[in-house]
């Protein structure tokens, strides 16, 4: 491999909404994706890095900015819901569900609510701690953005009727430089169909922008969300949005004057980050209706607010869900013992003291495990564990080393659930083909949905290239601190 100088060279991450090893690789060597070649063929191709959980962009997008899990950085999903206001939010899970709950609620949910007072303040994201050594960063089209730079964004006339902001502005901190749809765009005149995120070529001509102006700054974050709507219609195999995305990031490396030069002036990454499981076709057998097996229970209404003698709220994230249960006197084990009745909830967890149990649908036995023990996993965490391990696929050696199956990284990942927020509730996880389904949410028949924890919506593909460096582990909380690594190294010299 190529050495590259060492001098300055921005980062840019490129992160494709739903990328995934397989598609990525059929595009790649049957000729139709040459940008994304040229990039893995002259860089590192790791086809195997850990998403968050649950696999849903703002948890996702939130873990790679941060470099913690929900558990730390507390955006729980797209859906969820604050018992401490007693309150359902939910980011946008999908237009009927949106439409319902409100436009206002979740556009103001969605740009304001997550960065403003959801996302903790525990946690610094990497555009702080750049900034905090005096490199700028630019997002371009993530609902996920928190920096430290105030910045007044501007609601477009035709909506300024359906959110809070007064008179439609708002101020909020962001990195140095921020494209989000028509909030706030890069290049004066730019235009796009969308609202509040722009589609494919939008987000490619706004990094182009900044190439061209000599705006990059130290390091870009820039999200493609097209692909993702299209997977959960066509299906996982589908690569004909690799080859549309993969002409827009050719036309960006055409704008140097070799893509060897733009491997000399930049360090690229492409990520996907979340994968997608396929959908099996039967309403009837696949889409798991969570009122349905409760219906013993009264279950709060998303269109009105959530009443006292609401016995249960519903929060579904497509794959995997979270179950309120808010009635003091109505005992956890009555629940589970609902859920556990159907084979095809493969994961139900929930906490009991300082530890975390889990049961299956399909699986008998009991697991329990909590942080800190004799056994130690691929990642360097410890972990005390008693019961079936198979419930969550985990390998045990005699040295008491855990490696991971079909869930990756599912202790810590099932944990950072769990202790995403406050409340009483039960996480469950559908098995590969099934989606969970309650009043309104959209589910994916004959598609592909994602969610839970299993590995075929956690494994995501990276590429680098313009460096030879790589995550310590093959993580998305890894990036965060492997990008702040080859930052700062570079601008210490
Ligand atoms: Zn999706």
Redesign the pocket.
């Known amino acids: 491999m190529k050495q590259y100088p060492q001098s300055q060279k921005p980062v840019i991450l490129l992160n494709i909404?739903?990328l995934m090893p397989e598609p990525l690789e059929v595009a790649v060597q049957t000729g139709r994706a040459p940008a994304l070649q040229f990039l893995m063929e002259n860089g590192t191709y790791i086809p195997n890095m850990v998403s968050s959980f649950p696999t849903?962009?703002v948890t996702i997008d939130s873990s790679l900015l941060t470099g913690t899990y929900a558990n730390k950085h507390h955006i729980p999903g797209l859906n969820w819901f604050d018992d401490s206001r007693n309150e359902i939010i939910n980011y946008g899970t999908g237009f009927r569900e949106t439409f319902r709950l409100g436009m206002r609620r979740s556009i103001h949910n969605m740009l304001y609510r997550l960065n403003n007072e959801h996302l903790s303040s525990e946690v610094t994201t990497i555009y702080e701690e750049l900034a905090n050594i005096g490199i700028q960063s630019a997002s371009i089209n993530s609902f996920v953005y928190r920096g430290n730079t105030p910045q007044r964004l501007h609601v477009p006339r035709l909506l300024s009727t359906l959110t809070r902001f007064e008179n439609g502005k708002w101020t909020t901190n962001t990195p140095a430089t921020l494209s989000l749809g028509l909030f706030s765009k890069l290049r004066p005149r730019g235009f796009t169909m969308q609202i509040a995120a722009g589609n494919y070529k939008y987000t490619a001509r706004e990094l182009r922008h900044l190439i061209r102006k000599n705006k990059l700054p130290g390091f870009t974050f820039c999200i493609f969300q097209d692909m993702?709507?299209r997977?959960?219609f066509k299906g996982p195999t589908d690569i004909k949005d690799i080859t549309k995305i993969d002409r827009q990031i050719q036309k960006t490396l055409n704008m140097y004057p070799s893509w060897e030069e733009a491997l000399n002036q930049n360090i690229w990454m492409v990520m996907g980050d979340?994968g997608?499981a396929a959908t099996g076709t039967s309403y009837r057998k696949f889409i798991i209706d969570l009122r349905k097996i409760l219906k013993k229970y009264r279950i709060a209404r998303i269109e009105r607010p959530v009443h006292k003698k609401d016995q249960l709220v519903l929060c579904v994230n497509?794959r995997m869900g979270y179950i309120y249960v808010l009635d003091n006197r109505l005992p956890l084990p009555a629940v589970i013992e609902r859920l556990k009745s159907d084979h095809r909830i493969d994961i139900i967890a929930w906490k009991e003291k300082d530890s975390i149990h889990v049961l299956s649908g399909m699986r008998e036995g009991l697991l329990i495990y909590r942080p800190k023990g004799e056994h130690s996993d691929v990642y360097n965490q410890t972990w005390k564990i008693e019961g079936n391990h198979e419930l969550l696929d985990l390998y045990i050696s005699n040295e008491k080393k855990v490696s991971y199956g079909d869930y990756p990284d599912a202790l810590a990942r099932l944990y950072s659930a769990l202790h995403s927020h406050s409340g009483r509730f039960i996480v469950v996880n559908a098995k590969p083909g099934c989606d969970f389904k309650a009043q309104s949410t959209p589910f994916h028949l004959s598609g592909a949905?994602?969610g839970s924890l299993h590995k075929q919506e956690t494994l995501v593909p990276l590429v680098i290239a313009g460096t030879t460096e790589k995550p310590t582990f093959p993580r998305l909380i890894d990036m965060k601190a492997f990008i702040l690594r080859i930052i700062s190294q570079q601008y210490k010299g």
């Open positions: 909404d739903s849903m962009s993702d709507a997977i959960h979340n997608q497509q949905a994602h």
